[in-house]
């Protein structure tokens, strides 16, 4: 079903409740023109009117969403009982006449136009690809053909064009994830900052340029551009910055949790970022809100801010607080404008708040990019810098996780340790950068030759290590054995190396990373005193099975 037709679906199974609710209104007002308005009835009144414009307006009802502002406005003002003095009396024959106004509005039209209604974000926030890849628009037509195998190898469709023209021509055919645009495509700056401001308007694009000319980067950023790529960069980093931003772009499968007291606002939540492909899980109690948390453990929530028992706020600081979610992005749902509540929102941790009614378009695109900023801070948190690989901190989770699963499955895991032999060497003789180089480049190699599911991280220095679900030590030791056989054909910025590797097995090796970890680190400083450039495995705290390097 397109959104559209899942906005008039809402309207439809929402239409008679709305108008309950306008008839809940229309009592609160005959009650203050008799006098009899009590202050349950005028509240009860207020959040009925508070509901209609938080959500009609999203459905297309401009202006009945602010028949009931105004309603929810005059209502929360108090009214004294009693027979009303004249001036006040025409002020609530007005509230009858506005309440009139809002009905007939709601009536005139049992669905909104279809012209009025939402339309999703565009396809360049990550929603809904269907083509995906990346474009490569690229003057050097080797380069690009070289980042094109790069991709293609990482399983990532992508495709060429070595002019703008071409470009468009595969835009108008494809819809891909990012675009890769080399600046120099066209003979003048203006010419391809112009064109990157025509195709970034529904993508993201990275920008490569040669680091030796002068680039506006404020002129980039502002025509859409999402990063800067140096020319000089190898086909492997170039196509690493690629993954990594779409990485932060996804929204599929994005888990959200939305808290509203309105079953409307949570049904076209649900719809909006439905269709970006988001996974919404809805909660109308704030009561049971923590409960769905603890259950569901989302990417993102979003609060209402006026709720019945307990606010958006007071929940955000409570989410605060915890610190198992405090990096978990909040975002608020308000009808609120004044100063004072905007700072409220801020003021409890909130990270950002979206007004009612709210835009799809607007509501994705600031979800899509919180999440990217999320992401991206995880991402520096959680990687190396040098090769792109998982950290330690992050590598040793996962392992611990792999272990848990390990003891429930009755499977083998094992770690297996390794450096670069003789790497003080090669920073002496070649310098740091020739030593980086190498580093960069066994990150990229143990990538591509271990599984989607190990772990591959780099721990400091020149050592990695690789976690290996479902293996034995004798699997890990016929793997590894490969890898440094592999290894000896390869060269790194014209530097051939050979690695040196201990494995060890959980739990017989050891039944925590820690102790896991030494046993394997063990097998290696075996290896370094039978060579090197081979492969050891622990067991039980001896070491067999010593891979000879060849003669």
């Known amino acids: 079903m397109s959104l559209n037709g899942a906005m008039q679906a809402i309207w439809e199974q929402s239409r008679a409740e709305v108008l309950n609710q306008v008839a809940v209104i229309e009592d609160a007002v005959s009650n203050a023109l008799a006098g009899t308005l009590d202050d349950q009835l005028r509240e009860g009144a207020a959040r009925e009117a508070h509901k209609i414009s938080g959500s009609v307006g999203t459905l297309g009802f401009v202006r009945a969403a602010e028949y009931a502002r105004a309603l929810e406005s005059a209502l929360r003002a108090p009214h004294p009982r009693g027979v009303a003095p004249e001036p006040l009396t025409r002020e609530l024959r007005g509230l009858s006449d506005l309440v009139c106004a809002l009905r007939g509005e709601l009536e005139s039209s049992l669905r909104p136009e279809p012209d009025s209604i939402v339309t999703p974000a565009p396809d360049g926030l990550g929603v809904g690809q269907e083509d995906g890849g990346l474009l490569v628009v690229d ?47 066209s003979e003048t700056s203006e010419d391809s900052l112009s064109f990157l401001g025509e195709i970034a308007r529904d993508r993201p694009v990275l920008v490569v340029s040669d680091p ?80 769905q948390l603890e259950r569901i453990s989302p990417d993102l929530v979003i609060l209402d801010f006026d709720m019945p028992g307990i606010t958006g706020p007071e929940l955000c600081r409570v989410v605060r607080n915890d610190q198992r979610w405090e990096g978990l992005p909040v975002v608020l749902l308000t009808s609120r404008r004044d100063p004072e509540s905007v700072r409220a929102v801020f ?28 992401r991206l801070y995880r991402a520096l948190a959680e990687t190396d810098p040098l090769t792109g690989l998982a950290n330690r901190r992050r590598s040793v989770d996962a392992i611990e996780g792999y272990m848990r699963m390990a003891a429930r499955m009755v499977q083998p895991l094992c770690l297996s340790v390794l450096d670069v032999d003789r790497f003080k060497s090669i920073n002496d003789s070649h310098g740091h950068a020739a030593g980086d180089a190498v580093l960069r480049g066994l990150g990229s190699e143990l990538l591509r030759s271990f599984r989607g599911e190990d772990v591959v991280a780099r721990w400091g220095g020149d050592e990695f290590v690789v976690g290996m679900f479902g293996m034995s030590s004798a699997d890990g030791r016929r793997r590894m054995d490969d890898f440094v056989e592999a290894l000896r054909d390869r060269n790194f910025e014209g530097l051939s190396i050979t690695i040196s590797a201990g494995v060890a097995e959980h739990p017989s090796d050891g039944d925590d990373v820690g102790s896991l970890y030494r046993a394997a680190d063990h097998a290696l400083y075996e290896v370094k005193g039978k060579g090197r450039d081979g492969v050891a495995v622990a067991r039980h705290g001896s070491f067999a099975e010593l891979a000879s390097p060849p003669t």
Not at 160 to 166: P, T, Y
Not at 215 to 223: F, G, L, N, Q, S
Not at 365 to 372: H, Q, Y
């Open 347 to 374: 003021d409890a941790g909130a990270d950002d708040y979206v007004s009612k009614p709210f835009v799809g378009p607007e509501l994705v695109a600031r979800i899509s990019n919180r999440l990217e900023r999320v």
């Open 212 to 291: 030796t000319r002068s680039i506006d980067r404020v002129e980039v950023a502002r025509r859409g551009g999402r990063g800067f790529l140096p020319n000089s960069l190898s086909t492997a980093q170039t196509v690493d910055a690629v993954t990594a931003l779409r990485e932060r772009l996804r929204t599929r499968g994005t888990r959200i949790l939305a808290l509203d007291d309105d079953p409307m606002v949570l049904a076209l939540l649900t719809e909006v970022l439905g269709q970006a492909d988001m996974a919404v899980s809805t909660c109308d109690d704030g009561s049971r809100f923590l409960e």
């Open 139 to 185: 003057r050097n037509a080797e380069r690009g053909r070289r980042i094109l195998a790069e991709a293609h190898e990482r399983g990532l469709a992508a495709r060429l064009a070595s002019s703008m023209a071409s470009a468009r021509d595969l835009l108008g055919r494809a819809s891909p994830d990012v675009v890769l645009l080399d600046l120099s495509v």
